[in-house]
């Protein structure tokens, strides 16, 4: 009697004890694990997001974040003249604003040969930014022109609009 009386007393409440102990080790068991996949992904994520972060400069060097009229202009006149060909007028066009960029352009006329525009266009081609040359249209030079051909053309670069921070989409 004194040993039922005993475990009634001391030992029953030990192993209700022992078993909510084994019940929250499982459950911080469980948390541990959902803890060790949430890091993995994480480190996961961080992996991708290092990966599209170099994607993105790698894209925006040719889709710059802000406007570089001197320097777009001084690179296309740049190909021009290694072309051999005369720029006879430049005049900038509206700056049209879409979605995540905004398309700037310029209307050219130059003058100078058939092959020296296929020149100039394989130039254009070539140059670290995106440049878009568009409109293109040729006609015979007249007496006194420099060139055998007058070719009229739009070029438009693309400049990559970054919203200002806290800006929130409606």
Do not use: K, N
Request: negative net charge.
């Amino acid at each position: 009697m004194l040993l039922v009386v005993a475990r009634c007393q001391v030992l029953v409440p030990m192993e209700e004890q022992i078993v909510a102990r084994r019940a929250r080790l499982a459950l911080l068991d469980a948390a541990i694990a959902r803890a060790e996949s949430d890091r993995l992904r994480l480190a996961g994520i961080r992996a991708e997001s290092r990966m599209l972060e170099g994607r993105l400069d790698t894209l925006t060097s040719m889709l710059p974040r802000e406007h570089e009229t001197d320097g777009i202009l001084r690179e296309i006149d740049a190909a021009a003249r290694s072309a051999s060909m005369r720029v006879l007028r430049i005049a900038p066009r509206p700056i049209l604003d879409r979605d995540v960029y905004s398309e700037w352009s310029w209307d050219f006329q130059v003058e100078s040969t058939y092959h020296d525009v296929g020149r100039f266009l394989d130039a254009v081609g070539r140059l670290p930014r995106t440049v878009r040359i568009s409109d293109l249209s040729m006609t015979a030079a007249g007496e006194g022109a420099e060139g055998s051909v007058r070719a009229g053309y739009t070029a438009t670069t693309f400049v990559y609009r970054v919203e200002p921070p806290g800006a929130v989409e409606p």
